[in-house]
């Protein structure tokens, strides 16, 4: 199967009822005189192209677990899988995750093939530009660059502008766009709601493990920014450092640079650690805080479905021991006042009554440690909190809302993670059986029937159904996506009464 649009002819990979085209550009390379800037779209051309190649991915660290050998800043491009069938299917667009810092389109657990033939819909991975280069601010710093700002968040817009125009060619409907993404790609789905050049862009928004508060204020980001441009080499200005600048040299400049703390989500409250290049509230791309935005409308015309793995602070806290830096006992080792400390690090003033609520209703695992106390806490701060109060804002403004939670336990490694980060993906892939999938899931029959549920729900969801089951604005609960009760809440209430100051309520 081959594809024509205005920038020419796509040749594509058939095989098991998808065709797949690997590393279409949708956009200029951002390199000489497109570096550092919003990116610019494509000329016609007629180009006669065998799309086989994977593209490299944005800039990164070397990561042999998510297949990251090799990166670029000509990283531009998407992975496109499109089902048997004459069309229009409707169309989703994955942004993944990473930290805004790694990740790339072409990683094994992100492959679409099974959820487009299965569901019968175009899947779209859609690069961006990650760490300092996607979203440190040089405007103030170097000004003879002329650099622009937010870049990641700009290369996602210009993505699903190119999808606009484009993807009718590869026989998928424009007007029948869903967004989604989990971690990093969830909290970009988030600023995509408040972000008005893309209110047209898409109708849908799928977010999983994210959260509508992962934004700075200019302020924070230009702390990291600076941080960011001191770790550079060299001796001359900041804007020849930034030119001139390795490869390598630039990564050790973001590994200094994510050390700096910021508070997230324009309060002090919820202090942010190593994962400090986030998208900024500029008052132009992004005007408002997006939770905040959403609450007053700003997405009300979309479709939404969000939620979270139930542990998903495990795969974080436990992440030494999986890669051998760490040992268990050392991990068991640690004390009340240690737990107590970190508390207070992650909720300054509220750490000590947040213990008091967590030690009490948290059980910790006897192959695990005393840490999963503050592994709940975290889980809810960053994820489990914000999802309940993106639900709550979107739901007043459309009854289209519901919400998930993951309960599938993990346990790679015999290490038992529970329903940790990440472990929603390859059921939505339908890989629970790839080598990637079965880290995750252990992969059989059972995890193949959660993934087969799991991606008729998004399925339904892209093709303008509903998932199969109540909203959220019926009581306020969620469906459980594995063992458990089918619906529950989020957040009982005495959790209800602790967050309420910390990630307030938006107005």
């Not at 800039?59 to 800043?73: A, D, F, I, R, T």
């Not at 590994?255 to 309060?267: P, S, T, Y």
């Not at 309940?388 to 809302?401: G, M």
Request: with cysteine; aromatic share 10%; charged share 20%.
């Amino acid at each position: 199967m081959s594809a024509v649009i205005r920038q020419g002819h796509y040749q594509g990979l058939a095989s098991n009822g998808v065709t797949e085209y690997r590393g279409i550009p949708f956009a200029l390379p951002p390199l000489g005189e497109h570096r550092f800037k919003a990116p610019r779209p494509l000329p016609d051309a007629d180009n006669q192209v065998t799309a086989d190649q994977y593209p490299q991915p944005s800039l990164q660290m070397k990561n042999p677990l998510m297949g990251v050998h090799e990166s670029s800043e000509d990283c531009l491009y998407l992975n496109i899988w499109v089902p048997e069938g004459e069309g229009p299917f409707p169309v989703m667009v994955w942004f993944h995750g990473g930290a805004y810092l790694a990740g790339s389109i072409s990683q094994p657990l992100y492959n679409g093939a099974e959820l487009a033939r299965s569901q019968k819909v175009v899947v779209v991975n859609a690069a961006y530009r990650l760490g300092a280069m996607g979203f440190a601010d040089f405007t103030a710093v170097a000004s003879e660059l002329q650099a622009d700002s937010n870049l990641g968040l700009r290369d996602q817009v210009a993505a699903l502008e190119w999808v606009q125009e484009n993807i009718s060619g590869f026989t998928g409907d424009a007007d029948r766009v869903t967004v989604f993404g989990e971690s990093a790609g969830g909290f970009s789905v988030c600023a995509l709601l408040a972000c008005p050049r893309a209110a047209s862009l898409f109708h849908a928004a799928i977010v999983q493990s994210g959260a509508a508060d992962f934004v700075l204020a200019p302020e924070q980001v230009r702390k990291v920014t600076d941080a960011f441009v001191a770790a550079l080499p060299g001796e001359g200005s900041a804007a020849e450092r930034l030119r001139d600048c390795s490869d390598k040299d630039w990564i050790k400049a973001q590994n200094q640079a994510v050390k700096v703390l910021v508070d997230r989500g324009l309060r002090t409250t919820t202090p942010q650690f190593a994962m400090n290049f986030l998208p900024m509230v500029d008052g132009d791309l992004l005007p408002q805080l997006p939770i905040e935005a959403i609450a007053a409308g700003a997405a009300a015309d979309k479709r939404l479905l969000a939620g979270v793995c139930q542990d998903e602070y495990h795969f974080f806290q436990y992440a030494g021991v999986l890669a051998g830096t760490v040992k268990m006992a050392s991990v068991r080792d640690v004390d009340d006042q240690e737990i107590q400390r970190r508390f207070e690090r992650g909720l300054p003033g509220n750490g000590a009554r947040a213990f008091d609520y967590y030690r009490t209703t948290v059980k910790a695992a006897p192959r695990r440690s005393p840490l999963d106390v503050f592994s709940a806490m975290e889980s809810d701060r960053l994820f489990r909190v914000p999802t309940v109060r993106l639900l709550d804002a979107q739901s007043r403004h459309n009854p289209d809302c519901w919400g998930f939670q993951f309960t599938w336990q993990s346990e790679p490694f015999g290490l038992p993670l529970g329903a940790c980060h990440v472990v929603d993906v390859p059921f939505v892939f339908g890989v629970t059986d790839t080598p990637a999938g079965i880290y995750f899931t252990g992969g059989g029959d059972a995890a193949r029937a959660l993934s087969r549920q799991v991606q008729d729900a998004w399925g339904a969801f892209a093709h303008g159904d509903d998932p199969g089951w109540q909203g959220w604005s019926v009581g306020r609960q969620v469906r459980q996506l594995g063992p458990g009760d089918e619906m529950a809440g989020l957040l009982d209430d005495a959790a209800e009464a602790l967050w309420e100051t910390i990630i307030p309520v938006p107005k």
